[in-house]
């Protein structure tokens, strides 16, 4: 399985999007500050994944999450109530 992922920092709020074959270790490695882009806002909750058979369409959904803010702002409005009720 391959995963693409939301997370989102605790401290600030932040969203980050990411790809994954392994869930778990991930954000681990997020909450650890093994990762440059992401160390300075940890700690992180799992907001959101999506779950993938195959790794090319992971991967290009990832991207297309990435690049196209017309994905982001979808997925984004879908939880944002969520995100405000739903304080872990």
Do not use: C, W
Request: glycine fraction near 6%.
């Amino acid at each position: 399985m391959s995963y693409v992922y939301l997370i989102q920092s605790i401290k600030t709020g932040q969203l980050y999007y990411g790809y994954t074959k392994d869930l778990k270790r991930r954000f681990l490695e997020h909450n650890q500050g093994k990762n440059f882009s992401t160390k300075p806002y940890a700690p992180y909750r799992l907001v959101y994944y999506e779950a993938y058979a195959d790794e090319f369409d992971a991967k290009k959904r990832e991207r297309q999450l990435k690049k196209f803010g017309q994905g982001i702002y979808r997925l984004q409005s879908r939880l944002v109530r969520s995100l405000k009720h739903n304080k872990m």
